[in-house]
């Protein structure tokens, strides 16, 4: 293997370019059959051959507008066909073994379904082809397959003709009039239950809906299908944008290296994200699928029709994807929740990328393998920066700025600086300044400062930004930043600025620092910064823990509100990690117990507030993290909170209503409030048997495992016992089963070890099903703290050992799961040595994939 490192800059366009496809496959396990003939016309004047990629093909025959041509060689990975036409029509066949294609890239057989999955460079592994985002072809397929089998046979578009063949086979042919880069290529051969509806687009034109899922699962498939029809009205209301052929159809797997794919008219998704029932689906559950469904439908205009010219503009498509699908989620569910949850991602996962070895811009410079480049940077930072654009333009302005994309780049592939000038061609702002964010990496942090004159009732208030140096890049400039802005006193009054500078709530920092003054003030006053998450940065802003509880009491913005009361956690953490444990004093139990008793009624804010924030959110406040200090830390403060508070929290869990189940926005709240309080009961001594009575009495997932959650807590005989019961009635169904290795996976106990081994033994655990691993290996390095950072290093060794294997089977999932331990970096020395120990043992194994390679190079370097 060759490792090979791409640069934005180098990009060139095509030399070459394909008009049309027309493809026949013949399906076979492990000699599947694909003829394709592509017209190819010379780009400009030159003499180049035409250069194809491919991978894991065998080349069967080649011949040039219909006369057999030898005048090529092949490469690894790469087929160069001299002396050709300035337009020809070129015919390759080749053979693929999809049944041994465990990588899951390319056409895979998995579960007997043929599947494909093509983004970012998988059509390559189909056959020999310019398989770059910026070639747009349109396509033709034919699909040959057992008829009893396969009896559904799919591909993007609209079927055009089907019959028999004389051994026993059928074939349909496929045609998708809308010109795509391969990467959206799709092909499906199983035997499915099929739900069908009809959604009728805003010109009146019908649709037909189809989704696929695995015999007997019918049921499991109403919710998305009503998501589906829920999110194409949403993008007609919202963006004026209407579907575009006659059929949209949606195959659930449960072989899938990622979430789902929005292949041209025939999305391919993880059964995790199609299938939803009120006793094996959990709230989260049913909202990502909504959330999923809706992100790979948004595609069709932002990712499909617009699509991206190279891989380095990912961001262009996903990161406003991204956006769109949060918009609709807050639209469908409530806003304030999806906001916290997003901004948990971003605290959790994307800082911490940014303070790694992997730190990228939303618009990366240079890839070694593109897989690795499907991030929380890419996708939920990119979003966080569409998100500027709308808080900066206003949400009509913004809309005509994606009017005009679409007007401008319908049909096209294009760059992230094409999205910044359609936005810029609708407004005055100047938005060269803010285009920064798609090339600068790092978490900015946003310190607050405050200077109080009380002779003259004066207050300054300066906010200046920095931002650390990243692995990436060592230099940093100011950007420009909308923070929005509150001051209140003590009393809950709300303080304006005397010199204007905030306006609608927000500051643009667009400098290194700025001042604002205010004026008659009796008192400190207390800056309330960043409402509703306006800019992804940290924020530097030393409030003292009644501060904290006055925001909470009385800050207009719910986020800010939750926000200070993650702070005062935080705060009091630090105090148990320092020994000064004894100012985590009765006042602050007493304000605690204010917002329970004061807020009792909104099940929705009680139920983000009152959870304690995650050991990795913790880290990224944190250096050189001392992991077992800080873990028992917390741990020390939520024994602290649950025996200061539990009485007013089993009131609450008490009056909090249990009915039967019901997916909706009220009844979500008040279970995942109950199930938070739960969770906090479960540290006091009698907590048992209202664990084991909502295990019991549960008629739905959340319930269920809200218990087992709590019972995980302490990880006795209890949980033992509810998760042997668990697995009894769960063990046909993979996706309940999935909850099932992962709660094993991140519980914290001694033997952990010997508890993963037995895991992988468990007669349902296979390498080659994604679900599982990531269940099973990804929970555990990824969520279980005490376990992955034993001081031992067996944690980490642990990992690395699944790894080396793991790797030679399916890449692209091996790289994700090593994540935690390429984060090195936030840790204290004695970790930092055991990591770094591991991640040698990986580069010395000389075999690595490309994928894993990229990642533990630059993590050593
Ligand atoms: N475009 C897909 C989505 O976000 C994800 C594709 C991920 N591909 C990958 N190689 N990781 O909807
Ligand atoms: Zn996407």
């Given amino acids: 293997m060759s490792i090979q490192v ?26 599947t059959r694909v003829s394709s003939t592509i017209e190819v016309k010379r780009n400009g004047e030159h003499d180049l ?47 693929i073994d999809p049944q041994h294609n465990q990588a899951l890239e390319g056409l895979y057989l998995s579960g007997g379904t043929y599947c494909t999955q093509c983004e970012a460079e998988g059509f390559r592994r189909i056959t020999y082809y310019l398989d770059r985002p910026d070639v747009l072809a349109r396509f033709q397929v034919t699909l040959h ?20 063949n004389d051994d026993g086979t059928h074939w349909v042919t496929w045609q998708d009039p809308h010109p795509k880069p391969a990467y959206l290529f799709a092909l499906v051969a199983g035997d499915f239950d099929l739900l069908e509806d009809t959604f009728t687009t805003m ?34 209301q919202t963006f004026g944008l209407e579907y575009d052929l006659d059929i949209y159809m949606i195959v659930a797997v449960d072989f899938f290296n990622m979430g789902a794919m929005e292949n041209k008219g025939l999305n391919i998704f993880n059964s995790k994200f199609v299938l939803a029932s009120q006793d094996s689906a959990t709230d989260e559950d049913f909202f990502n699928v909504e959330a999923v469904i809706a992100h790979e439908y948004f595609h069709n ?60 811009p939303i618009r990366p410079e240079e890839v070694i393998e593109m897989n690795n480049f499907y991030t929380v940077t890419v996708y939920d930072k990119g979003a966080e920066v569409i998100r500027m654009f709308h808080t900066i333009l206003g949400e009509q302005t913004f809309r005509a700025g994606m009017d005009e994309y679409i007007k401008r780049h319908d049909g096209q592939a294009v760059t992230c600086d094409d999205f910044i000038a359609a936005m810029q061609s609708v407004t005055d702002i100047d938005l060269s300044h803010f285009a920064l964010w798609y090339s600068q990496s790092g978490t900015p942090v946003i310190e607050v400062t405050t200077q109080y004159d009380a002779d003259k009732g004066l207050m300054d208030i300066t906010l200046s930004q920095h ?57 400190p006053l207390i800056p309330v910064i960043l409402g509703n998450f306006s800019a992804p940065v940290k924020v530097d802003n030393e409030l003292n823990a009644s501060q904290l509880l006055a925001v909470f009491k009385y800050a207009h913005d719910n986020f800010n509100r939750w926000d200070a009361l993650q702070s005062l956690y935080s705060w009091c953490i630090v105090q148990y990690e320092k020994n000064t444990e004894n100012n985590v004093d009765n006042q602050i139990w007493q304000g605690l117990e204010q917002v329970i008793t004061t807020e009792a009624d909104n099940h929705e804010l009680l ?38 508070l539990q009485q007013p929290l089993q009131t609450l869990f008490d009056k909090l209503p249990v009915n039967p189940y019901q997916y909706s926005q009220q009844a979500v709240n008040a279970r995942r409030c109950r199930n938070v309080v739960l969770g906090h009961l479960a540290r006091t001594a009698d907590a048992q048997g209202l664990i084991e009575q909502q295990f019991a009495n549960a008629d739905n997932m959340t319930d269920s495992l809200g218990a087992l959650k709590a019972a995980q807590i302490s990880a006795g005989p209890l949980f033992d016992k509810l998760m042997t019961q668990f697995e009894e009635r769960w063990n046909q169904d993979p996706l309940v089963l999935d909850k099932w290795f992962g709660l094993h996976a991140t ?69 994700r799961i090593v994540t935690p331990l390429t984060q090195w970096q936030n840790y204290a020395p004695q970790y930092q040595n055991l990591m770094k120990t591991q991640l040698q043992r990986l580069m010395n194994h000389g075999k690595l994939s490309g994928d894993l390679y990229e990642k533990v190079s630059k993590s050593l370097a």
């Fill in 6 to 31: 791409k640069k934005r800059v180098d990009y060139r366009a095509p030399v070459f370019t394909i008009t049309d496809v027309n493809m026949d496959v013949r399906l076979h396990p492990t000699q």
């Fill in 49 to 95: 051959p035409l250069t194809l990629d491919g991978d894991h093909l065998t080349l069967v025959s080649l011949t040039i507008n219909d006369t057999p041509h030898t005048d090529y060689q092949e490469t690894p990975g790469q087929l160069v066909v001299n002396q050709v036409p300035d337009t020809f029509s070129l015919t390759i066949v080749t053979h």
């Fill in 145 to 164: 397959g057992d008829k009893d089998t396969y009896p559904t046979l799919l591909a993007n578009g609209n079927p055009i003709a089907r019959g028999n």
């Fill in 203 to 236: 010109s009146g034109k019908q649709v037909k809906l189809e989704l696929y899922v695995d015999k007997g699962k019918q049921d499991k498939g109403h919710f998305a299908l009503a998501a589906l029809k829920r999110a194409m009205l949403w993008d007609e």
């Fill in 301 to 360: 205009w932002t990712g499909n029709r617009v699509t991206c010219r190279d891989w380095f503009q990912l961001s262009l498509k996903e990161g406003l994807t991204v956006f769109r699908d949060q918009q609709f989620s807050a639209d469908m569910t409530s806003p304030l929740s999806n906001r916290i949850k997003h901004v948990r991602v971003m605290r959790e996962h994307q800082f911490a990328e940014d303070a790694s070895a992997m730190s990228h």
């Fill in 467 to 523: 931002t650390p140096k990243t692995a990436d890049q060592n230099d940093k400039v100011s950007l420009y930043i909308p923070v929005a802005f509150d001051c209140i006193d003590s009393q809950g009054q709300h303080y304006q600025d005397d010199d204007g500078q905030i306006s609608n709530g927000m500051l643009m920092l667009d400098t290194a620092a700025k001042t604002l003054h205010f004026s008659n003030v009796s008192e």
């Fill in 607 to 644: 139920g983000e507030c009152l959870v304690i924030p995650s050991f990795e959110t913790l880290c990224q406040t944190r250096k050189l993290v001392d992991v077992g200090a800080l873990n028992r830390a917390r741990e020390a403060f939520c024994k602290a909170f649950a025996d200061n």
């Fill in 747 to 815: 519980t914290e106990r001694d033997d952990i070890l010997s508890q993963l081994t037995l895991l992988q033994q468990h007669p349902r655990f296979a390498m080659g099903n994604p679900n599982r691993v990531r269940a099973v290996v990804g929970s555990f390095a990824f969520f279980n703290t005490a376990g992955f950072h034993r001081t031992d290093g067996s944690g980490y060794q642990f990992v690395t050992d699944y790894l080396l294997e793991l790797d030679a089977v399916n890449p692209q999932v091996a790289a």
